[in-house]
């Protein structure tokens, strides 16, 4: 089914500033869906594309397209990552992921 073997559980997470009673705004979780795929290392190639684009690449996940709803941020492993690329490969979509600043308990969820 999947290119190499499933070997990781992950939430897809799409997260929106909402303000707090103070006006402080504070991201939220809006939605939140849990998803297997196969996670890898980037390769040479992506990490000498990544640095030509300016964009820090840590990893790469595989998962099947009809998962992806174009969520820009992932929590994998208790750690907040931001999805910085994508790549359709058929029935299947790479993400390219790199850490953010953003802490799970700085997170809201609804």
Request: with cysteine.
């Given at each position: 089914m999947f290119p190499n073997?499933?070997?990781?559980?992950?939430?897809?997470?799409?997260?929106?500033?909402?303000?707090?009673?103070?006006?402080?705004?504070?991201?939220?979780?809006?939605?939140?869906?849990?998803?297997?795929?196969?996670?890898?290392?980037?390769?040479?190639?992506?990490?000498?594309?990544?640095?030509?684009?300016?964009?820090?690449?840590?990893?790469?996940?595989?998962?099947?397209?009809?998962?992806?709803?174009?969520?820009?941020?992932?929590?994998?492993s208790d750690d907040i990552?931001?999805?910085?690329?994508?790549?359709?490969?058929?029935?299947?979509?790479?993400?390219?992921?790199?850490?953010?600043?953003?802490?799970?308990?700085?997170?809201?969820?609804?």
């Amino acid at each position: 089914m999947f290119p190499n073997s499933a070997n990781v559980k992950f939430s897809l997470l799409s997260i929106v500033n909402k303000s707090d009673a103070l006006g402080i705004r504070c991201p939220t979780v809006a939605f939140k869906h849990e998803v297997i795929g196969s996670l890898s290392s980037i390769t040479r190639s992506e990490y000498q594309t990544s640095i030509m684009q300016n964009i820090s690449v840590d990893l790469k996940v595989i998962i099947q397209s009809f998962l992806y709803k174009n969520e820009k941020f992932c929590l994998l492993s208790d750690d907040i990552y931001t999805v910085t690329r994508t790549y359709v490969n058929g029935m299947f979509i790479e993400l390219y992921l790199s850490k953010s600043e953003l802490k799970k308990e700085e997170l809201t969820w609804l």
